[in-house]
């Protein structure tokens, strides 16, 4: 075999072409195969590289030489000083780098460390809570340097001495170790201070119980710490400006500090107090933890509250210069100052009942995380609320808790909602009937509960100012009662609401909402109500001269959806995309108020300007119901139908054309009318997007009206029936000049086709038979006939289906024909026509069909037509595979010379040819 060029490769490999075997051998030799080796000699320009090396005694003599790179280092000194490496931007001693180390891992019981070596790396230290096992040591807790062996006992391990576990074990709280120290060639560490730890490289922070909190495997660097060589100590300065540290356990109001940390107040007053009487800088209020129970008014200035752990502020207890509860916690007249709470970890609580957090000329911007804000204020009336906040508000709290009564928030009605905005994971309700605002605002409230679960009370979150100028964002809804909301714009972020929730909106209304329970109106909120991609269930909305829009929403509703009052004219107005679903089919949608046989004066518009799917049987008495651009074409005598009512409860006209847009499902005792006196026309826009379903024991979708219906055209449907005796037509011609006719129609479902009685004729055209317990009953006088091209059927169910029936009285006056491509189950047969349902010979034509009983072919199966054969008189089959074909009487012949022969057989077999 050769090696050959890339060039000559490509060209045995052009498209077209096919390489012999021995070019397939030569291009595979003209490769490398990964087991070859490559000698060095192939290697461009290996030898040299080789040679420019140095040699390996030239590099060995390089190493033992001790005046090598002396200019380099002669700048360095050694010395045994850890104050100087410590202080040093470089290490002067490279021989005793310090090397920090962490604790590496935590182990409850000796055995638990040997057995887990697999995760220990040598010379790191290894805790054991309990080393009670170890032969030199008690029941206490040890430190352990793992020495890199594996026998999987204490020899693997040298024991710290208690001088090295000391800093590890006492009373500091994060350690880290310190190895060959550059002094005395031993282990030492560096302490850390409780509060301000250093970060060096390969810190481990530890709590008392030896937990690892922090771990810092790689080089962290600290801006404005000391280091003390003399007791080796790192240290952060206590100063710090524009703060002050509170300590209810440890400070004191008489030695406490500004700016101190080594200095904390005991308590806030005394903090507050001490502060300069400037008021626009921000001062930073650090708080350990604890609660603090303030007794004196504040002054209102900007600050910014910092808990290390959950604190608790309580203003309970406050009490002005002469000894009396004040109207509110702050003194002196100021506005637009700022109170922040970083951490969320700080609550705020009053439960005197008699102090509001502010007033009308002490409003304030709220900002940060609260834990808990509960505040009882006394019932105050509109502008006069618990709360004065201004614009510029964002706090995030959460839980807050509702005590007492009247308004709870007042404050800045100028700006937009989105100008103050609370955030509250919880809003927790006790004793308390409303959470009034005379605020503009946004409240995003992510759950909504009450402190008795076994009441039924109700609850109120409503904007008192201007009618309703705040947004509501509604989480999950857990309480017993009803919760009403009014506002500008209500938003139900996929709410759900516990099995005994209920509640009452009113305003603009988004969101989708889970509940078992209904919505309705609040506080006459219907007649405004904008429900907006909203999605959930709704009833009894009581209109006054209401004008309620319905906009690309779902609703659910059980009896009436909206009621109006004597006297009133209401108009409801369907935009966009929309459906109304009413479980009640017994109650009108609309219910107007009637009082005997009269009904009070009272109108009831219903305006679609959109699109209304829906299962409403009735409006309601004295509604008008007015489909303004209720299609997508708008032609002229063309009907886009969303609603069953637009199907079942309409008359229908036969001079429109029907298109259905979406899936129609009918309920017991709801038909489509097929109406005489023409040609009724329903369209789909395909056999997924259109659909008409029934799933009612036996019930059918389509009837006729007393005396009979007229025809049907029916064009690009789907129809579904759900059970075995639900079918489809059940259809009688009114004159017998009429013809049902179908293209482009799929008949699906466990159900059967029905019955068609006395037509002209039939014209069905690629239809599909699928799942079906039962074919089509034809019955009576048919004075043409019925004809299905590119018919298939498929997965027929049931053991005793006939796809084509005789019905009583049946006679075809034409033919009958059918190319079926069919598959049938055991047990079923294609037709049970006799020779006497056709009154001429050759009219029953099964021609080009293919048929299957179980996918096989069996032209021998005399179940397929059990009363009529292919040699009948009736018949006349052609080119079928799966079933027989019908003898000719006679043949038509063409000679070489162009003469044509009839030839026939006679009686005794012979055959007999006539020139024609």
């Known amino acids: 075999m050769a090696k050959v060029?890339?060039?000559?490769?490509?060209?045995?490999?052009?498209?077209?072409?096919?390489?012999?075997?021995?070019?397939?051998?030569?291009?595979?030799?003209?490769?490398?195969?990964?087991?070859?080796?490559?000698?060095?000699?192939?290697?461009?320009?290996?030898?040299?590289?080789?040679?420019?090396?140095?040699?390996?005694?030239?590099?060995?003599?390089?190493?033992?030489?001790?005046?090598?790179?002396?200019?380099?280092?002669?700048?360095?000194?050694?010395?045994?000083?850890?104050?100087?490496?410590?202080?040093?931007?470089?290490?002067?001693?490279?021989?005793?780098?310090?090397?920090?180390?962490?604790?590496?891992?935590?182990?409850?019981?000796?055995?638990?460390?040997?057995?887990?070596?697999?995760?220990?790396?040598?010379?790191?230290?290894?805790?054991?809570?309990?080393?009670?096992?170890?032969?030199?040591?008690?029941?206490?807790?040890?430190?352990?340097?793992?020495?890199?062996?594996?026998?999987?006992?204490?020899?693997?391990?040298?024991?710290?001495?208690?001088?090295?576990?000391?800093?590890?074990?006492?009373?500091?709280?994060?350690?880290?170790?310190?190895?060959?120290?550059?002094?005395?060639?031993?282990?030492?560490?560096?302490?850390?201070?409780?509060?301000?730890?250093?970060?060096?490289?390969?810190?481990?922070?530890?709590?008392?119980?030896?937990?690892?909190?922090?771990?810092?495997?790689?080089?962290?660097?600290?801006?404005?710490?000391?280091?003390?060589?003399?007791?080796?100590?790192?240290?952060?300065?206590?100063?710090?400006?524009?703060?002050?540290?509170?300590?209810?356990?440890?400070?004191?109001?008489?030695?406490?500090?500004?700016?101190?940390?080594?200095?904390?107040?005991?308590?806030?007053?005394?903090?507050?107090?001490?502060?300069?009487?400037?008021?626009?800088?921000?001062?930073?209020?650090?708080?350990?933890?604890?609660?603090?129970?303030?007794t004196r008014q504040i002054t209102l200035r900007n600050l910014n509250f910092i808990a290390w752990r959950s604190s608790v502020i309580n203003f309970t207890g406050i009490l002005d210069g002469t000894g009396n509860v004040p109207t509110t916690p702050f003194k002196g007249a100021s506005t637009y100052r700022t109170l922040s709470f970083e951490g969320g970890n700080i609550s705020l609580i009053s439960t005197n009942g008699t102090m509001r957090f502010g007033g009308s000329s002490q409003r304030m911007i709220l900002k940060g995380s609260v834990n808990e804000l509960k505040w009882q204020g006394a019932a105050q009336g509109l502008g006069n609320g618990a709360f004065f906040i201004d614009g510029g508000t964002d706090i995030n709290i959460q839980k807050m808790t509702i005590v007492g009564s009247g308004e709870y928030l007042s404050g800045d009605q100028q700006g937009t909602p989105q100008d103050i905005i609370f955030t509250i994971n919880e809003l927790h309700f006790i004793d308390n009937r409303s959470f009034a605002v005379s605020v503009i605002a946004t409240f995003d409230i992510k759950n909504v509960t009450e402190a008795d679960s076994s009441s039924s009370s109700t609850y109120v979150l409503r904007s008192r100012y201007n009618d309703g100028d705040c947004i509501y964002k509604i989480g999950n809804i857990s309480i017993n009662g009803i919760l009403n909301i009014s506002a500008k714009e209500i938003f139900f972020n996929s709410s759900v609401f516990s099995a005994t929730s209920n509640a009452g909106i009113s305003g603009l209304v988004r969101g989708i909402v889970y509940s078992d329970n209904y919505l309705d109106s609040y506080g006459g909120g219907a007649n405004s109500l904008i429900l907006d991609n909203f999605t959930g269930k709704l009833m009894g909305l009581g209109l006054t001269n209401g004008r309620p829009i319905i906009r690309n929403s779902n609703i659910t509703t059980n009896g009436s959806l909206f009621t109006g009052t004597e006297n009133t004219t209401n108009i409801i107005t369907i935009e966009g995309v929309c459906s109304i679903i009413q479980n009640n089919l017994s109650a009108n949608l609309c219910l107007t108020y009637s009082y005997g046989n009269l009904a009070y004066p009272n109108n009831m518009h219903i305006d679609i300007k959109g699109f209304l799917t829906s299962n409403v049987k009735d409006y309601g008495y004295k509604v008008t119901y007015e489909n303004l651009t209720g299609t997508l074409k708008e032609k002229l005598k063309e009907r886009v139908i969303r609603s069953k009512r637009d199907l079942v409860y309409a008359q229908l006209d036969v001079n429109t054309t029907y298109i259905i847009d979406g899936d129609i499902e009918?309920?017991?005792?709801?038909?489509?009318?097929?109406?005489?006196?023409?040609?009724?026309?329903?369209?789909?826009?395909?056999?997924?997007?259109?659909?008409?379903?029934?799933?009612?024991?036996?019930?059918?979708?389509?009837?006729?009206?007393?005396?009979?219906?007229?025809?049907?055209?029916?064009?690009?449907?789907?129809?579904?029936?759900?059970?075995?005796?639900?079918?489809?037509?059940?259809?009688?011609?009114?004159?017998?000049?009429?013809?049902?006719?179908?293209?482009?129609?799929?008949?699906?479902?466990?159900?059967?086709?029905?019955?068609?009685?006395?037509?002209?004729?039939?014209?069905?055209?690629?239809?599909?038979?699928?799942?079906?317990?039962?074919?089509?009953?034809?019955?009576?006088?048919?004075?043409?006939?019925?004809?299905?091209?590119?018919?298939?059927?498929?997965?027929?169910?049931?053991t005793s289906g006939i796809l084509f029936k005789k019905g009583t009285a049946l006679t075809f006056a034409s033919r009958f024909t059918t190319d079926g491509n069919i598959d049938i189950p055991a047990g079923w047969s294609i037709a049970d026509f006799e020779d006497a349902n056709f009154t001429n010979p050759n009219t029953l034509q099964v021609q080009g069909a293919i048929i299957t009983r179980a996918g096989v072919i069996d032209d021998t199966d005399t179940l397929l037509f059990p009363n009529i054969d292919e040699e009948d008189t009736a018949s006349d089959w052609r080119d079928n595979i799966g079933c027989k074909n019908s003898s000719l009487s006679f043949e038509k012949l063409k000679s070489p010379d162009g003469s044509v022969w009839k030839v026939e057989v006679d009686n005794t077999g012979a055959i007999i040819t006539t020139a024609i």
């Open 5 to 294: 060029s890339l060039t000559t490769i490509k060209n045995w490999f052009k498209t077209g072409l096919k390489p012999t075997q021995a070019q397939f051998w030569d291009t595979w030799d003209s490769f490398r195969h990964k087991d070859d080796k490559i000698p060095n000699s192939d290697v461009d320009g290996l030898a040299q590289l080789l040679s420019d090396k140095a040699s390996t005694q030239a590099l060995t003599n390089h190493t033992n030489d001790a005046n090598a790179h002396a200019i380099l280092f002669s700048e360095y000194t050694k010395t045994n000083a850890l104050s100087k490496v410590a202080t040093s931007n470089d290490y002067n001693d490279l021989d005793n780098v310090p090397v920090f180390k962490s604790v590496e891992n935590e182990y409850p019981d000796m055995a638990t460390m040997y057995a887990d070596q697999v995760n220990q790396t040598s010379e790191n230290i290894q805790h054991v809570v309990d080393a009670s096992a170890h032969p030199q040591i008690g029941g206490d807790s040890a430190y352990f340097e793992y020495l890199g062996t594996t026998n999987g006992d204490d020899t693997d391990y040298r024991v710290l001495s208690e001088a090295e576990s000391a800093p590890i074990s006492g009373s500091i709280s994060r350690t880290s170790e310190l190895v060959n120290d550059g002094a005395s060639g031993t282990s030492t560490y560096v302490e850390h201070d409780e509060l301000n730890p250093t970060a060096i490289d390969g810190l481990s922070i530890r709590d008392a119980n030896g937990v690892e909190q922090f771990k810092a495997d790689e080089f962290v660097e600290f801006v404005g710490g000391e280091f003390d060589p003399a007791n080796k100590r790192f240290s952060v300065s206590p100063l710090l400006a524009n703060s002050v540290l509170v300590d209810v356990n440890n400070g004191s109001d008489t030695s406490g500090e500004l700016e101190n940390f080594r200095k904390p107040f005991k308590t806030i007053d005394s903090a507050l107090e001490a502060l300069p009487s400037t008021t626009g800088e921000v001062y930073n209020i650090y708080l350990v933890g604890g609660t603090y129970n303030l």
């Open 666 to 798: 009918l309920a017991a005792g709801e038909y489509i009318e097929v109406p005489a006196g023409g040609n009724l026309t329903l369209n789909g826009y395909g056999l997924e997007a259109s659909k008409i379903i029934k799933n009612v024991v036996g019930e059918s979708i389509f009837k006729s009206p007393v005396g009979g219906s007229g025809g049907m055209q029916i064009d690009a449907l789907k129809f579904v029936m759900g059970t075995p005796t639900t079918s489809c037509f059940d259809l009688t011609d009114e004159t017998g000049f009429n013809a049902v006719e179908c293209v482009k129609v799929n008949f699906e479902g466990s159900g059967n086709l029905g019955v068609l009685n006395g037509y002209r004729q039939g014209l069905w055209t690629n239809i599909g038979l699928f799942g079906l317990t039962d074919g089509l009953t034809f019955e009576g006088s048919w004075v043409g006939g019925f004809t299905t091209n590119t018919v298939i059927a498929r997965n027929l169910t049931g």
